[in-house]
């Protein structure tokens, strides 16, 4: 299970460019703080173990735009906790933002108005105002209308400008953390149709700070959730918050959980409380703000979902069957010894060879050709199962075509002279054993669709071809150059022949079983 998790981690993550930008909310300081004369800062060393933001006198958002092949078009506002005095700033906010963008949503980080603070221990005095309620009490009565125009403006500037960074007007949402899930809930209670969030995420609310009572005409879907041990005691409050939405109608969503404490926000505590996002995230896809703006081919194919949970299940199947040798197992059994005379051949590959034997099975059992191909596999898993699939079967040569999702990264960072010692070792294994070896090209590719964030890796590709014929010339083993027949001006496929730009068409896979046969036939040769 932990090899699964490392590699959904490496799966999300890699190649995941986020863009950052900082927005000032006003022209000029504020209505309400013009006379202030501090400064924003920050504070890594305090008694909460965290980076903090305070005296924040101009309010910003900080944007985090997501790549465009996970854009959905929906955008959250996070308003970071800290009793209006400071931001938890990480993992209440930048933290919250990037798992955001992994799931295609634009985050926008909110620094809104705080009380002053008036050392260089922020926390410090927020604790000994703490200890005396009356105190804590007028200082956030001071300032939590401030931040609620804060929040409000930042909806407006977001709704205004959703087209130029392709966020859709209508599925904006506010989420906060204490006491910026107070300001979540204000924000919802005084906002106009400008301002006002599609759906909102208090996350272990605090309600006595809230302004204002009177829910949204419109409905306005709410995900709330708290710790049962917060030490505050904002369990009941997030209940209230929660029974009040769903007493009105309006779609509700309520998470408690037994452990966790006060500010769980994204900290890792090896407790339930470490995936509430992910929670977050089903709450999103039900409420339908999770469809993709730009979905790639094989989504619009066969639908975003069922993708997604393919692609899960074959992480669930790596992680028990690497190089899944499953696969082939019964056919395998089935295959008889060869005849003396008899000309068998095992094409080695991915899904381009898989493909290639359903596509032409007559091509295949013509020639007594056993094709070996397993969709989305890598060298290394070739080299895994080369004994089971080649090896095993006794032919008098194995054709060994791999390489596309090596350089698509579909098992880690691509490494050519990795990729090129495990074709090295296939060639090695087969001599060892009597097979003679053919090597082919991998063929023209720019973009993956499945790895868009990879962009054009065609140069990668030739740099790879050239080395594999490099080898095949030393080692005086054929090398069958598909790339140089089916390219294009770009180092790619044309439609005609590749119609995603990778997997060949019927046109594609006639030339390269001429380009094959002919290699074939020489090797054949007595």
Do not use: C
């Amino acid at each position: 299970m932990k090899n699964l998790q490392l590699l959904l981690f490496f799966l999300l993550t890699s190649n995941l460019s986020v863009a950052q930008k900082v927005i000032q909310l006003y022209e000029g300081k504020p209505a309400g703080s013009e006379d202030w004369t501090w400064s924003e800062q920050t504070n890594t060393q305090n008694a909460f173990n965290t980076e903090v933001v305070y005296n924040v006198v101009e309010p910003t958002i900080t944007a985090y735009l997501p790549p465009y092949y996970l854009a959905t078009g929906t955008a959250v506002i996070i308003a970071p906790g800290g009793a209006f005095h400071t931001l938890s700033i990480n993992s209440e906010g930048k933290d919250v933002a990037k798992w955001l963008n992994s799931k295609g949503i634009a985050a926008f980080v909110l620094k809104y108005r705080l009380a002053r603070s008036y050392t260089s221990d922020p926390v410090g005095e927020l604790m000994a105002k703490m200890a005396d309620t009356k105190k804590l009490d007028e200082a956030e009565a001071a300032i939590v209308p401030l931040a609620l125009a804060d929040g409000l403006t930042a909806m407006k500037y977001v709704r205004d400008h959703a087209k130029e960074m392709d966020i859709n007007p209508d599925q904006i949402g506010f989420m906060g953390f204490s006491a910026g899930a107070t300001l979540a809930m204000s924000v919802a209670y005084n906002a106009k149709e400008e301002n006002r969030p599609n759906f909102v995420a208090p996350i272990y609310v605090y309600e006595p700070s809230i302004i204002g009572s009177e829910l949204p005409t419109e409905k306005t879907p709410i995900f709330v959730a708290v710790a049962g041990d917060d030490q505050l005691g904002l369990m009941p409050q997030s209940i209230n918050i929660y029974k009040k939405w769903f007493e009105a109608g309006h779609p509700a969503e309520l998470h408690i959980y037994q452990k966790g404490g006060h500010g769980f926000g994204m900290r890792q505590q090896n407790l339930p409380t470490d995936t509430w996002y992910e929670r977050f995230g089903d709450w999103m896809q039900l409420q339908g703000y999770l469809k993709k703006l730009y979905p790639n081919k094989y989504e619009k194919l066969y639908g975003q979902e069922n993708v997604a949970k393919g692609s899960i299940a074959r992480m669930h199947l790596l992680n028990k069957d690497y190089a899944e040798l499953y696969k082939y197992r019964a056919a395998n059994q089935k295959v008889t010894k060869p005849a003396p005379n008899e000309n068998r051949v095992v094409f080695l590959g991915n899904s381009i060879t898989e493909a290639w034997a359903n596509v032409d099975s007559a091509f295949f059992a013509k020639n007594n050709f056993i094709g070996r191909g397993i969709s989305a596999q890598t060298s290394p898993q070739l080299l895994v199962r080369f004994r089971k699939d080649v090896l095993e079967l006794k032919p008098k040569v194995v054709m060994i075509h791999i390489g596309t999702n090596d350089v698509a990264e579909n098992t880690g960072p691509y490494d050519p002279e990795f990729t090129l010692g495990n074709i090295k070792s296939m060639v090695e294994l087969a001599q060892a054993n009597g097979i003679k070896v053919i090597l082919a090209s991998v063929l023209p590719a720019t973009n993956f669709e499945w790895r868009r964030a990879l962009g054009d890796r065609s140069g990668m590709i030739v740099a790879l071809n050239q080395q594999i014929k490099e080898y095949a010339q030393q080692q005086n083993i054929p090398y069958v150059d598909y790339h140089s027949a089916m390219k294009n001006e770009q180092n790619g496929m044309d439609v005609d022949i590749a119609k995603d730009g990778v997997h060949p068409t019927r046109k594609g896979y006639d030339i390269m079983e001429k380009l094959a046969m002919k290699s074939i036939k020489k090797v054949l040769l007595p």
